[in-house]
């Protein structure tokens, strides 16, 4: 027996760092006792932050199961907390998990639970609203986050304050899966998400979808000493971009996301601006194709317009080199087990035009963009038609409304502009989108590849690093040439803000502070 197996067989104590990059351990407790402060200034207490922001609807509700985008996504941590929360360094802690062990096969999991946690109504948290909340994203779920916990059996209640979480299948990764923001804490039974009743710094004032949401801070002293600093915030949906950075130049807003690259030297000039950018792990911008009907099941017509897509010139000019070119699938560069010795997919011409006469497709190519998507997936989606027609091919742009764009056209649309965000694991990464066909409701391009289900599973409990780092290789490998998703563009990302907001650190997954400035902010 080697080293590594009598590890194996044996339950120890080790950082959480190991935990999350897949130690050679499996007993492991992790423990977080405080929430720091996000910057070196001591956090200061009221004032109203105002929040202009892309990435909702008119469609929108407060229904975390639901929530596909920034400001539903934002809402939700206003209101509720997660079991865990990701760290700026990329790293897990917990949030209204006070500590947690996992038995050797990572498939048995013990969560303690924080006292003297209460929700808006007064009811302290215990075990039973977290299995309920668990429980509402496994079965017969519309949950965005149903495949996250797919292979979890069965969830016991061991005290008033310990649950217990049992898993066909082990997963290293399970306390980051369990940050999703469709996973936040509810009390049992609850279901009136109209009227929210969350464990969150504030409580719901006022909700439009598709025109603004306001907040006050919750009676009483918030959980979490140093944050939930605002008397108030105001979320205002701002999805022009334009109309967003001169909201912020003109001091409507303190903060906004999704700064169009074109505009960072127009917002750098202002000295009461200040610009947060995360290099190479934004969203990862695309065009989704459902492979499992129609022309887009032709593999040959798929690579057509692999091939024919000129990456780099929509880097260069439409993100303006605050991006990195994309290779079809949704891992990024800067992410652990990201295989660099893959084969890019480069803008050939030639190799378009054989693969397109060879696929004996005659019939109209139409792709569907709009700002609902991304704002810049017109300009993408010319580029493309451009690049396209320099190899033969014919590709029909039709613009279509922002508005209800994840409901109407996402999912529904054979071909269509799309985009991830940055999720912490290459294991979420990959199964969000690719995992278990169309078992999995975020599955866009109805990819279902047994041998890809059988490696991300497999993965997922592997801990001889050089052959986990192998396999997700192979899973890579696998999307990039089978797949339906076009991923042209892993973006940085970049928010605009006052420079006497504080807080606004660079996450290890989504902008705006993890999509928690709300949260974690304060004014100097």
């Given at each position: 027996m080697d080293k590594l197996e009598k590890k194996l067989q044996t339950s120890m104590l080790i950082d959480r760092r190991k935990l999350i990059a897949g130690a050679s351990a499996l007993g492991v407790t992790g423990l977080l006792t405080s929430f720091p402060a996000v910057a070196q200034d001591k956090p200061k207490k009221g004032g109203t932050l105002r929040l202009g922001m892309g990435g909702g609807s008119a469609s929108d509700s407060l229904d975390p199961l639901a929530a596909a985008d920034a400001v539903p996504f934002m809402i939700g941590y206003m209101l509720y907390n997660n079991l865990f929360e990701v760290a700026d360094d990329?790293?897990?802690?917990?949030?209204?998990?006070?500590?947690?062990?996992?038995?050797?096969?990572?498939?048995?999991?013990?969560?303690?639970?924080?006292?003297?946690?209460?929700?808006?109504?007064?009811?302290?948290?215990?075990?039973?609203?977290?299995?309920?909340?668990?429980?509402?994203?496994?079965?017969?779920?519309?949950?965005?986050?149903?495949?996250?916990?797919?292979?979890?059996?069965?969830?016991?209640?061991?005290?008033?304050?310990?649950?217990?979480i049992l898993?066909?299948?082990?997963?290293?990764?399970?306390?980051?899966?369990?940050?999703?923001?469709?996973?936040?804490i509810v009390p049992n039974g609850f279901t009136d998400w109209k009227n929210p009743n969350g464990t969150g710094a504030f409580t719901l004032d006022e909700f439009t979808p598709g025109v603004r949401a306001t907040f006050k801070k919750k009676a009483g002293d918030y959980w979490k000493s140093n944050?939930?600093?605002?008397?108030?915030?105001?979320?205002?949906?701002?999805?022009?971009?334009?109309?967003?950075?001169?909201?912020?130049?003109?001091?409507?807003?303190?903060?906004?996301?999704?700064?169009?690259?074109?505009?960072?030297?127009?917002?750098?000039?202002?000295?009461?601006?200040?610009?947060?950018?995360?290099a190479g792990t934004g969203n990862r911008y695309g065009f989704a194709a459902q492979t499992d009907k129609g022309i887009?099941?032709?593999?040959?017509?798929?690579?057509?317009?692999?091939?024919?897509?000129?990456?780099?010139?929509?880097?260069?000019?439409?993100?303006?080199?605050?991006?990195?070119?994309?290779?079809?699938?949704?891992?990024?560069a800067k992410m652990k087990f990201y295989d660099k010795a893959q084969t890019l997919t480069s803008f050939d011409p030639d190799k378009a035009a054989f693969h397109f006469k060879k696929s004996g497709v005659t019939s109209p190519i139409e792709l569907m963009v709009s700002d609902g998507a991304f704002n810049e997936s017109a300009d993408c989606g010319q580029i493309f038609q451009e690049s396209l027609a320099k190899a033969g091919i014919k590709?029909?742009?039709?613009?279509?409304?922002?508005?209800?764009?994840?409901?109407?056209?996402?999912?529904?649309?054979?071909?269509?502009?799309?985009?991830?965000?940055?999720?912490?694991t290459?294991?979420?990464?990959?199964?969000?989108?690719?995992?278990?066909?169309?078992?999995?409701?975020?599955?866009?391009?109805?990819?279902?590849?047994?041998?890809?289900?059988?490696?991300?599973?497999?993965?997922?409990?592997?801990?001889?690093?050089?052959r986990r780092t192998q396999m997700y290789a192979e899973c890579q490998s696998i999307v990039r040439q089978e797949s339906g998703l076009i991923c042209f563009a892993v973006a940085d990302y970049l928010d605009g803000a006052s420079t006497k907001l504080k807080g606004l650190t660079v996450s290890g997954r989504y902008d705006l502070a993890d999509l928690r400035i709300a949260e974690k902010g304060w004014f100097a």
């Open positions: 990329g790293s897990v802690n917990g949030e209204l998990v006070e500590s947690w062990e996992v038995r050797p096969g990572a498939a048995d999991w013990t969560l303690t639970l924080r006292k003297g946690v209460t929700f808006s109504s007064g009811k302290s948290l215990d075990a039973d609203d977290v299995i309920y909340s668990l429980n509402l994203h496994r079965g017969d779920t519309k949950s965005g986050a149903k495949v996250l916990l797919a292979d979890v059996t069965e969830i016991k209640k061991i005290s008033a304050n310990q649950v217990q898993m066909k299948n082990g997963n290293l990764d399970l306390p980051f899966n369990l940050c999703a923001p469709h996973i936040l944050r939930g600093n605002f008397d108030r915030v105001e979320v205002t949906y701002v999805n022009d971009p334009t109309a967003r950075v001169n909201a912020l130049i003109s001091n409507q807003v303190d903060a906004i996301n999704r700064v169009p690259a074109r505009m960072v030297k127009l917002l750098g000039g202002n000295k009461n601006v200040t610009i947060s950018r995360s887009y099941a032709n593999k040959d017509l798929m690579m057509s317009l692999k091939f024919g897509i000129d990456r780099k010139k929509i880097v260069d000019n439409v993100f303006s080199g605050y991006a990195s070119v994309g290779n079809d699938h949704t891992v990024g590709l029909d742009l039709k613009r279509v409304s922002g508005d209800g764009y994840w409901d109407n056209v996402w999912m529904k649309a054979p071909f269509c502009a799309t985009y991830w965000n940055n999720l912490p290459v294991d979420i990464q990959l199964s969000r989108a690719f995992a278990n066909g169309a078992a999995n409701s975020w599955n866009e391009t109805r990819f279902d590849n047994s041998q890809f289900n059988k490696l991300i599973a497999a993965a997922r409990v592997e801990m001889d690093e050089k």
